[in-house]
């Protein structure tokens, strides 16, 4: 079996918060698979944490700052131009699938110019096939760049927030165009399947984000550490967890928050924590080696978020035997089973969150069970190098033209 050579795709790679695209990359490449990794945009330094997103960083292609080379930029343009009728149907791809209104236009008439450079690097490269990640503007460079060069294209769809606005992405048009469409969970495929037609339902596959449950020691559960991992942004719903926290701090005297993550909300809650003392700690952004040594030191992983999709930062706490206190939307009940691997809340409940963490602090005997569900959960469901291999089997699959193989039959 010929294992097609890849391009990954996304906006911003590698990115300290998207670990598990690297993760994925990299399974893939144990498998035998060849992959470039492209970016539409440079990352930014503060998510170079570690040496494997520096060593990424250095060897992806980074789409925007090709195109900014005008010889790179007028050279894809004309080699596409010589093939007049595919040229011609990728720009009026590019006109209808944009945005109302002048502005949208505009931007689809760039990620049209993003996607000839892109295309023309991948067919230099000898890329058999393009996946994507976050399925938003990188997604539309990514089927416009299919469109031009005849390099089919997939892409992986997570949420939530792309399910706000499905008609301005356009994910009915992508599905359609798609070889196959990976959904990160069983109520992500339902959502995608809102929008897209039904004759396209049957490429709609469930492959997890996972993780490598070997790099995560378990935790000793001796104290009352809890730990936070994410963007501090406001669908995290931070401020709810800094609420509780406060309200059981004289109950338990040794109680410590650390958050690990940034964003632009950084500044107001640190301002917001501030009468809780050395009790709330922010430690930026952290390489995956410093956030897995976080969690052997914690006792409950807490994410308090109104808004998700399967969150890959619970599958790292649960790896580390960490029970979790998790918000109950979306996806994240197919991860976390409540009162078995950790409790789950209603969003934006500041009582129901205090009394969860409450009854986790209480007794450390039921956070060492909670904790060895939660792991014994990730090791079956969502080990990337199982997720990978069902990924792989699809890339195969789909490039042979043969049925793929259910979920159900790689278990």
């Known amino acids: 079996m010929t294992l097609p050579k890849l391009a990954y795709l996304t906006g911003e790679y590698p990115r300290a918060s998207d670990t598990f695209i690297q993760r994925e990359v990299a399974a893939l490449r144990d498998l035998g698979h060849e992959v470039l990794t492209c970016s539409i945009r440079t990352t930014g330094p503060e998510h170079l944490v570690g040496a494997e997103q520096r060593a990424e960083h250095a060897r992806t292609f980074m789409v925007l700052r090709a195109a900014k080379n005008p010889l790179t930029l007028l050279g894809a343009q004309l080699r596409f131009a010589l093939r007049p ?170 109680l410590r928050l650390a958050l690990i993550g940034d964003g632009p909300e950084r500044a107001a809650l640190e301002e917001r924590a501030k009468p809780l003392g050395d009790t709330v700690v922010f430690l930026g952004y952290q390489s995956q080696d410093a956030v897995a040594e976080a969690l052997a030191q914690s006792d409950v992983f807490v994410l308090p978020s109104f808004a998700e999709g399967v969150p890959v930062v619970l599958m790292e706490a649960m790896a580390a035997g960490v029970p979790v206190i998790a918000t109950q939307i979306a996806g994240i009940p197919e991860l976390v089973s409540h009162w078995e691997s950790g409790l789950l809340v209603p969003p934006g409940d500041v009582p129901a969150l205090t009394e969860a963490i409450s009854q986790m602090l209480a007794s450390a005997d039921q956070r060492r069970v909670m904790g060895a569900v939660g792991r014994a959960t990730v090791e079956a469901e969502f080990n990337i190098h199982i997720e990978a291999a069902r990924l792989s089997h699809l890339f195969t699959a789909y490039a042979e033209g043969s049925q793929p193989p259910k979920r159900e039959a790689l278990e």
């Open 85 to 254: 009728a595919r040229y011609a149907r990728a720009l009026k791809l590019a006109w209808a699938t944009a945005p109302k209104g002048l502005k949208g236009r505009l931007y689809n008439l760039i990620y049209f110019a993003e996607a000839a450079v892109l295309a023309d690097r991948l067919r230099a490269e000898g890329v058999e096939h393009l996946h994507n990640h976050i399925a938003k503007a990188s997604c539309t460079v990514a089927m416009l760049a299919s469109e031009l060069s005849g390099i089919p294209f997939s892409f992986t769809i997570h949420g939530p927030d792309i399910f706000f606005e499905p008609g301005h992405w356009r994910i009915d048009e992508k599905t359609a165009r798609a070889r196959f469409v990976a959904c990160i969970s069983d109520y992500c495929r339902a959502q995608l399947m809102c929008f897209a037609a039904p004759e396209h339902w049957d490429k709609l596959h469930i492959v997890h984000c996972g993780i490598d449950p070997i790099r995560y020691d378990t935790a000793p559960h001796r104290g009352q550490t809890l730990l936070f991992v994410g963007r501090l942004a406001g669908v995290k719903g931070v401020p709810i967890l800094l609420d509780a926290v406060a309200a059981l701090k004289e109950r338990f005297p040794g």
